[in-house]
C-alpha cells in the first residue's frame, strides 16, 4: 500500500485538506480489511492510482469526483468471522487490527503508561495478553492461543516483566503496572478490565476472547465506516 499512496499524497490534485484525508482513511482500513492487496498486487497498485488520480482521457478519479469510488472502497465488505484463525503476523488483517490499536493511541501497562506508538519502532513488541506459556500446560495451544484477539502491542520491556504470568497475577503486580487504576489502560486496549482480572479458568479464556472479539469487530466497522455482514447458521 505504500507505494500507491505515495503516487496519491504527492499529486497537486491532492489538496490534504479534512475531506482528503477521510477519503485517505477509508481507503486504508477498507483496503487492509479486504486484504485486498493479497493478489494481483502489482496490478491492483496501478489500478488504485488510476482510480484515485484518473489519467487524460479516462473517467474522473476518486479526487475528481467523490462518487467515483476505487473499487477497493465500493466494493467493501467483511464478516463478523474476519477474526477467525488469524494468527499470522505477516497477515493483513494481523497486521490491520495491530495498527488500529496503536492508531487508537494506547499506553503501555507498565507503571510508566507510555503511549506505545511514541516509543522507538524496535521496542514495540506482540504480547500475548496470555502468555503462549502460561496457557500451554492447560492444553491450550495454536491459534486458540495466538489468535489476534489474544494479541496487543507492548512497549518490551513490560512484555518482558511479565513474563509467563496470567492477566490477573501481573495487572494486579504494582511492581509491573504501578498503582494507577490499570482498569482504563485495558479498555484502550479493548480488553474488558472485569475478564482480564478474573482468575483464570478455560471458560473465563473464552469469555475473553468473545468479549474482545466483539470490541475489536465494534472498531472495525467504526474505521471502514460499514457494519459486518453474519454468518448464516
Known sequence: MVAPLAVIISSKKFKHTAEHFEMLDKWYWRSVFSQYYISATETKIQRTVRQWLSREGELE?????PKNEPDSVRDFSYRVSILDDVSRIDNAIYRGVMSLLLCRNVRDFGKERKRVKAVPW????????????FLGPYGLKGDKVNSIINRTPLTRSTNSAIGNTAPHVYLADKTIVGSEAIGPV???????????LKPFTAAVYDDFLKDRADQIIREIGKRVAAEPIAEIG
Request: zero cysteines.
Open 186 to 196: 485495558l479498555e484502550e486496549h479493548l480488553v474488558n478490565p472485569e475478564l482480564a
Open 61 to 65: 478519479g476518486w479526487l475528481d469526483n
Open 122 to 133: 524496535e521496542d514495540i513488541e506482540d504480547h500475548h495478553i496470555y502468555p503462549k506459556r
